[in-house]
């Protein structure tokens, strides 16, 4: 915890005193990410991972010292909304970074990209964004929301699974999830149940699914009804004759909380803290030094989203050149921490994707890890209706 | 001259000025500061209808304001353009559910109405999460805004501005003129004593739901500001916090005085703003600072401002 | 004519009879005092005629007009004025403003939300003829709970006159007054009663002997008697059921 | 839909209404006793759940630490009367949730800097932690019968105390006419502070419950404190019995709704559109109820007589 005040005082400070200092020719990037509540923790990593990159490259991107201004949207859409204003009339950044949740972006959105300043989301990647809304001045490093689950479709007829129970709360992100899973799985789905947003008693979901033929549960749910969904599982006693795969529901961030409840179970992602690539391993050690916890995709796409800017501000002459910056951003010549990373027409990435586990390390810390690869340059399904 | 009017004269005018003054000292941007406060002023005086001249406490008024702006919104979505249109949907849509809501809940008083007016306004929040069609819990991102007979002044930077400042100046102008009329009259005084202005020959209940329906249209047309002033809705501007942030706003300003609402609003967002700005976890400082204000500045920042003597008139 | 009839009123709570039968007429200009002892049901009768509570059966008429189904303040805007035991008036407004707001619910509509108020010369000059009936000029700009408990009683009797009524219902207006401001309400209401006819629930029985034409005395929610004031003081049964009592 | 499920859906209820009442008995007596209106009761709630994480992180004895709990929440109960409510009591209901308003932004803001941002959980002990074979289909947690049981036991014992001791007399008539009670000469500023201290106890016991199964996080009192207000006012104010089956039928009618909502639904309708409003419509049932309560009994169920 104190390490938390830490890196915010720190950070606090670090912002204070470069933009005291900052000169004419300083590189701005404005930050808005969920920083209040519980879903801080994600926000967290996302400043983390960045701040590690920057810290790594002396302060400077693309050759040029940044001064970088982080802006908490409190997971209130018109908070979002005056952050990114104020980012982008009163600090005039280059570069706005944000956010962790779509509908966040989708307040942040309109503002920014009419305003000709580039917007990169390190996390949220909506498909509202992707198809016949896609934009010149927005790219995302993460994924598109679907593909996680369209992927965990793929895990499940890899591991041989017939029938499924889904598990999502009501939500667009929820049903999303559940489209993107049918999308490629080749089996059975025997119930899609929806719970509300920030369900607390999982139990009579769970008596449903131990009544039901199904081998297995798909499940997405994010943040603490995570922690609450797999503790109540496994308490349930249902982790013996239940697989259990899901998307958001047990990465680094809720893992601390789920502990031995989750060793085991199958998770789809196109990154995992061990994933077998020499600048991502030394990222996880450095990350774990400085920081003191696992980190978790968040914090590699934050990492990822400073290199990417990096890659491309060294490449331009002039800031104000938006195509020549478009040009370089979009070349995304830098080294990912996933291995193979391009963009798509839409600006979003084509990348890996593989099956993951959960883990419990011999220092007593658990993450997800890597198994195999299911799919290679996998791109998102609404890139064709983008023109651009 | 009276000092509270004096007061209020000169807020206005700093406000008329900001637009002109602001960009001069380079700080342009703080226009979307001032225009968030002065739209939650409006709400917070349409609130202080129903609180401080009404004895109503609703803790279900930012319902209303979400009713507002997503009328607006779907009304925009189905290809109405024209501003003052959306007006009218708004204003007949708020006004309609304030009449059946406030006919129900105006059965009870006090702290049961408080609940009554709570479990509208989660209804309220719950139908707006359901309406997959217009994004369920994420919200709808506008693409086209509203414009006056196809002018697009009403949309951006300072006609914007102007607009909402208009509002909150005939908002501001309405209640209290409304205050001193026979109507606000006998609003107070069903609020100090319902019996007696019954036996008096009122009938409360419509006096008091008169003042709801009035109340909720106002937020409404704060609600189609917001929307416009956003390019966005979602169902958090109706979540329960939203009106607790109301009442405070109104509490905090001094109940049925004639500025407290907007002191009370630009008091929350610039104390939002600045101690954000030193500090990440500020909630720290503003949670104790509420109790303070609670504790040693009874009446309001609008007694302190004018220092004149006033009781709490609410139980 | 008379003025208020009250017709073979009934009301119930339960398996008490708090009003039985009970049938009151009042005529122009006339005093009606009801007395009776504690728990005898003259409160349910006041509630029922101002309409806070309705009987069982039974009915209520005003000038002729049946107000029996009509809410309290449809019965207020038919002509009934009442005052209450405990000292009810608007206490965070001025005197005069208590009167103007009571003048104004018969004067016109107050759906009006634009014109001020306070500067309506009809309802001024009505607030200050009230005012001056009940003797509080010089307290006009006073406010309400700054006032004294006599003032106040007297602010309660200024707010139904403001209110123009035809016919007054006065629930113990004698209640907690010292001696001399006892006779001072009497004397008060002695001159009001020569253009207003009135209906008077009292202890005081100095004070109905000065005001009533007719009393009535109330027993388990039954009249026992009903005379002249000599009449009923000499009545056996009026004795009895009520003098028995004292007549403090 | 099976009996089996039924019955695990009634007894989630159950044990979901003695949470529910735990917090409710503590915020009704309060309100109706004092007439003050306290909304940092969910915090206390709140409080509760971070104490038990810290002590069963210090001492790894999950017995000892809900001991333990339990005193701290009792002392932080009176702390906070001490230094902020008392000051309070004589003040308008507006003043009171105004500063109980500034304790709750407070508390979770410190609970976040002390404990981050995230979603803890708490591992029940050994003895607690498995599932009971209740018929040949059904198991059902060991935790959340004691639950259901804890929660009945605190109900008999709170129920004796208000209806045969000296205390609950004057509680009651606290609750009804408190003027009089003063008029005995009763030191009410004490009876106040015992009052208040151990409804905080309580709703910090219920955090201390609650933690094991729902997790620990900032702000987690919040929307308990929204439902326990829902639960008093259906109740009657200042009523403990009225809080009791208000708590349980809240607890029943939201657990029984959030699963059955969509299922009756798309009896009527097509399933899509029952999966689209179901959710919603199962989230508004309770204050479905209680605004139908109102409209009905403007003052609740079982009202305590005279409360304002």
């Known amino acids: 915890m104190q390490q938390l005040i830490k890196t915010t005082i720190a950070s606090a400070l670090f912002a204070t005193f470069i933009s005291s200092a900052a000169l004419a020719e300083d590189l701005k990037i404005g930050m808005v990410v969920t920083l209040s509540g519980p879903p801080a923790a994600l926000g967290q990593q996302i400043v983390d991972g960045f701040q590690l990159a920057l810290e790594e490259k002396g302060g400077m991107l693309g050759g040029q010292k940044v001064e970088l201004i982080i802006e908490d949207d409190e997971l209130k859409p018109d908070v979002a909304l005056l952050k990114a204003t104020s980012l982008v009339e009163k600090n005039e950044v280059d570069f706005v970074v944000g956010t962790v949740f779509s509908n966040m972006l989708q307040a942040i959105f309109k503002p920014v990209v009419q305003s000709k300043t580039f917007l990169i989301s390190p996390n949220a990647g909506p498909s509202t964004f992707a198809g016949s809304n ?5 790219f995302v490093t993460s994924y598109q929301n679907n593909q996680n689950a369209e992927v965990s479709g793929m895990v499940a007829n890899a591991e041989g699974f017939k029938n499924v129970f889904a598990l999502v709360p009501n939500y667009q992100a929820g049903r999303d999830n559940v489209d993107g899973f049918k999308q490629t799985f080749e089996g059975q789905l025997t119930d899609e149940v929806f719970t509300p947003l920030g369900h607390q ?7 449903r699914m131990s009544t039901s033929d199904a081998d297995a549960v798909f499940a997405f749910m994010p943040g603490g009804m995570g922690v609450r969904l797999v503790n109540q599982f496994a308490n349930a006693g249902l982790s013996e004759n239940m697989k259990f795969m899901s998307v958001f529901t047990t990465d680094e961030t809720t893992l601390p909380g789920q502990k031995d409840a989750a060793v085991g179970f199958l998770a789809a992602g196109s990154w995992a803290p061990d994933l077998p690539v020499d600048a991502n391993l030394a990222f996880v050690k450095a990350f ?19 290199s990417l800017i990096d890659s491309a501000v060294s490449k331009v002459d002039d800031l104000s050149d938006k195509d020549a910056v478009r040009a370089a951003l979009k070349a995304a010549d830098f080294e990912s921490l996933r291995g193979d990373f391009a963009f798509n027409n839409n600006h979003y990435p084509v990348q890996d994707f593989h099956m993951l586990n959960v883990v419990k390390r011999d220092d007593g810390k658990y993450h997800t890890s890597f198994v195999r690869t299911l799919a290679e340059d996998y791109a998102d399904s609404f890139h064709e209706q983008c023109k651009m | ?76 979505q189905s290809g109405i353009e024209n501003i003052l249109v959306l007006l009218l949907i708004t204003l007949a849509l708020t006004g309609f559910v304030a009449l059946i809501t406030g006919s129900l809940a105006l059965r009870t008083t006090g702290v049961y109405f408080l609940m009554i007016t709570l479990a509208f306004g989660q209804m309220a929040y719950f139908t707006l999460t359901s309406l997959a069609a217009y994004g369920g819990d994420d919200g709808l991102t506008l693409w086209s805004l509203a414009t006056l007979f196809g002018s697009n002044v009403v949309q951006k930077g300072n006609g914007l501005y102007f607009i909402v400042l208009g ?57 189609l500001l917001v929307m416009q002033h956003a390019e966005f809705v979602s169902p958090a501007l109706a979540a329960w916090q939203r009106s607790g942030d109301l009442i405070v706003v109104v509490v905090l300003g001094g109940l049925a005085t004639r500025n407290g609402a907007i002191l009370g609003a630009f008091f929350l967002v610039i104390v939002e703003e600045l101690l954000g700005s030193f500090i990440h976890e500020w909630r720290l400082i503003y949670g104790p600072l509420l109790v303070f204000m609670v504790l040693f500045a009874k009446g309001g920042l609008s007694d302190l401002l004018t220092s004149k003597r006033r009781g709490n008139q609410v139980a | 004519m008379s003025t208020l009839e009250i017709l073979h009123l009934n009301k119930k709570f339960g ?234 | 839909m099976s009996t089996t499920l039924l019955l695990i859906l009634c007894l989630n209820g159950l044990q979901y209404g003695m949470l529910l009442f735990l917090i409710s008995a503590g915020l009704t007596l309060v309100f109706g006793v ?102 040949e289909q059904l198991k059902y947690p060991i935790y959340r019968l004691v639950t259901i049981g804890v929660g009945l036991l605190v109900a008999i014992g709170l129920f004796i105390t208000v209806s045969y001791t000296r205390i609950g007399m004057l509680i009651r008539a606290g609750a009804t006419t408190p003027e009089m009670v003063s008029a005995l000469g009763v030191n009410i500023q004490r009876l106040f502070m015992i009052v208040f201290g151990v409804g905080a106890m309580l709703a910090g016991f219920a955090g201390v419950i609650a933690a094991p199964i729902y997790a620990v996080e900032p702000g987690m009192g919040d929307n308990m404190l929204i439902v326990a207000f829902v639960v008093i006012i259906i109740g009657g104010i200042g009523s403990v019995g009225g809080a009791f089956i208000a708590a349980l039928l809240v607890g029943l009618i939201d657990t029984l709704g959030r699963s059955l909502a969509t299922e009756i639904l798309s009896f009527v309708f097509n399933p899509s559109f029952a999966n689209q409003i179901g959710p919603a419509l199962a989230s508004m049932l309770i204050y479905v109820l209680m605004a139908a ?12 007589k005279g409360v304002a």
Not at chain 3, 23 to 36: L, T
Not at chain 4, 293 to 304: E, S, T
Request: some cysteine; proline content about 4%.
């Open chain 1, 134 to 138: 896609c934009n010149p001045f927005f």
């Open chain 1, 201 to 207: 008693d999982f139990s009579a979901e769970l008596a």
């Open chain 1, 288 to 306: 774990e030094a400085k920081y003191g916890y696992v980190p978790g995709s968040y914090a590699m796409q934050a990492y990822d989203t400073a």
């Open chain 2, 1 to 76: 001259m009276d000092r509270s009017l004096i007061l209020g004269l000169l807020i206005f005018l700093t406000l008329l000025a900001m637009p002109f003054a602001l960009p001069l000292i380079g700080q342009g941007y703080l226009t979307g500061l001032i225009i968030k406060a002065m739209l939650l002023a409006i709400a917070a005086i349409s609130l202080d209808l129903l609180i401080g001249h009404g004895g109503l406490v609703s803790l279900g008024h930012a319902a209303f304001v979400a009713l507002g702006a997503y009328a607006a919104a779907i009304a925009l």
């Open chain 2, 167 to 223: 509002t909150l100046l005939a908002s501001w102008w309405f209640v209290n003129r409304m205050s001193q009329s026979r109507f606000g009259r006998v609003l107070r005084a069903a609020r100090d004593n319902p019996e007696r202005t019954e036996v008096m020959g009122y009938s409360v209940t419509r006096y008091r739901l008169v003042a709801y329906v009035i109340a909720a249209m106002i937020a409404g047309v704060s609600g």
């Open chain 3, 15 to 248: 398996a008490i009879n708090v009003s039985n039968d009970i049938c009151i007429s009042i005529a122009d200009n006339e005093c009606h005092a009801v007395i009776g002892p504690n728990g005898a049901g003259k409160t349910t009768l006041i509630h029922q005629i101002s309409g806070m509570l309705k009987p069982d059966s039974g009915a209520i008429k005003l000038s002729g007009q049946d107000i029996t189904n009509m809410g309290v303040p449809q019965r207020v805007q038919a002509g009934l004025g009442r005052t209450f035991q405990i000292t009810s008036v608007l206490p965070s407004f001025s005197v005069l403003e208590n009167l103007a707001i009571a003048a104004q619910s018969k004067s016109g509509s107050s759906m009006r939300f634009f014109a001020n108020a306070a500067r309506e010369s009809t309802l001024n000059s009505a607030a200050s003829n009230a005012l001056e009936r009940v003797g509080l000029e010089d307290r006009a700009d006073v406010i309400a709970a700054e006032l004294s408990h006599g003032e106040r009683r007297l602010l309660e009797l200024g707010i139904a006159l403001a209110g123009k009524p035809q016919f007054l219902l006065l629930d113990e207006p004698m209640a907690g007054l010292g001696r001399v401001e006892s006779a001072a309400l009497v004397s008060l209401l002695l001159e009001l009663r020569r253009s207003m006819p009135m209906l008077l629930v009292e202890h005081d029985m100095n004070a109905i002997f000065k005001l009533a034409d007719v009393v009535s005395v109330l027993v388990d929610g039954k009249i026992v008697v009903s005379g002249s004031p000599e009449a009923v003081r000499a009545d056996p049964a009026a004795r009895a059921a009520y003098l028995g009592e004292g007549s403090q």
């Open chain 4, 34 to 135: 004092m007439g003050f209106i306290n909304l940092a009761h969910g915090v206390q709630y709140m409080v509760g759940a971070y104490l038990l994480f810290a002590f069963t992180g210090l001492t790894g004895n999950f017995m000892l630490s809900v001991l333990l709990s339990l005193l701290c929440a009792l002392a932080f109960g009176l702390l906070l009367e001490f230094f902020v409510f008392r000051h309070l009591y004589t003040r308008s209901h507006l003043d009171q949730v105004l500063a109980t308003f500034g304790i709750i932004i407070f508390l979770n803001e410190l609970a976040k800097v002390v404990f981050g941002p995230t979603t803890l959980s708490i591992a029940l002990p050994e003895f607690l932690a498995g599932s009971i074979q209740l018929t």
């Open chain 4, 293 to 304: 309560i109102l409209i009905f009994r403007p003052r609740g169920l079982l009202p305590a």
